[in-house]
């Protein structure tokens, strides 16, 4: 090749004159190295075209070879080595697998149970949440003197008092008037009108619902009731209750079945007070 032929004719016409490149070097003033290059044909390892084709040139014409015709075999190097292109790498792209019918079952399963889950602690929540606010103050369940009747259990105090703590009254009618006729019992009443102690509550739950029970001061329950639940709570003096799911609960204080307190969903406060205590027995 041609190319070739420039280190080969320089190495042969040095060894022919029995020269090394030490000596070359130092009759030139060309490095040892850039004589090596030109030998080697190592044409990168120079420092530049012009450069190159001038060493080139004093080496020729030092070993007494044509330096012009060296020079016209020399390569050109200012366009740069050629790039090698290799040939196109195919690259395979495998689909993903689709996820089994049992796996997307099992997923929309598992998304349904999140929900509920999700949903049940949303409305749990809101009940304590409820709960934990200050209760509006409940007004007692005062007692109804026109509700007193002979067949009534509860009593006022009034109604009990002895005749000799009574102050004395003038007569309203001769003493030879018939006595008024009895009044009739009044209708069994939807809330207990005056209440005697103790206080006994019994609460039956048809739903789940939070409950709170404080009596005489104390806080007896506070909790969920399950449907079937039976709580029996008594006090001396007060009953407070609070009811998250006002229609879950049956309730009944000293015998008067007030039922139902409230409709589904409402938070229910209802406060009961003993007026009067048991009359002891004879």
């Not at 008594?234 to 998250?244: K, L, N, V, Y």
């Amino acid at each position: 090749m041609a190319e070739r032929g420039i280190g080969e004719r320089l190495r042969n016409a040095r060894e022919a004159r029995g020269l090394s490149l030490d000596e070359i070097e130092a009759a030139t003033r060309i490095r040892r190295r850039y004589l090596e290059a030109l030998e080697a044909e190592a044409f990168g390892e120079l420092p530049g075209s012009a450069y190159a084709r001038g060493f080139l040139r004093v080496y020729a014409s030092y070993l007494g070879l044509p330096a012009d015709e060296l020079i016209g075999l020399y390569p050109d190097l200012r366009a740069g080595p050629a790039v090698s292109h290799g040939a196109p790498v195919e690259v395979r792209i495998t689909p993903a697998t689709p996820p089994s019918r049992a796996r997307r079952v099992i997923t929309a399963i598992a998304a349904v149970l999140i929900l509920g889950l999700v949903g049940l602690a949303y409305m749990l929540y809101g009940q304590i949440r409820q709960f934990a606010q200050t209760p509006p103050a409940a007004a007692p369940v005062a007692p109804s003197p026109a509700r007193v009747g002979p067949g009534t259990p509860g009593r006022t105090l009034a109604a009990r008092q002895s005749p000799s703590s009574q102050p004395a009254q003038p007569p309203q009618q001769p003493a030879a008037a018939p006595p008024a006729p009895p009044a009739p019992a009044a209708p069994a009443p939807t809330a207990p009108g005056a209440l005697t102690s103790p206080l006994r509550m019994v609460v039956v739950a048809t739903d789940r619902s939070w409950v709170r029970t404080v009596a005489d001061g104390v806080t007896v329950y506070e909790g969920f009731l399950s449907a079937g639940d039976r709580q029996v709570w008594e006090a001396r003096r007060q009953i407070t209750i609070r009811i998250g799911n006002a229609s879950a609960l049956d309730v009944t204080v000293n015998g008067h079945a007030l039922g139902r307190l409230g409709k589904p969903g409402d938070v229910v406060d209802r406060t009961f007070i003993a007026t009067a205590s048991t009359p002891a027995r004879p």
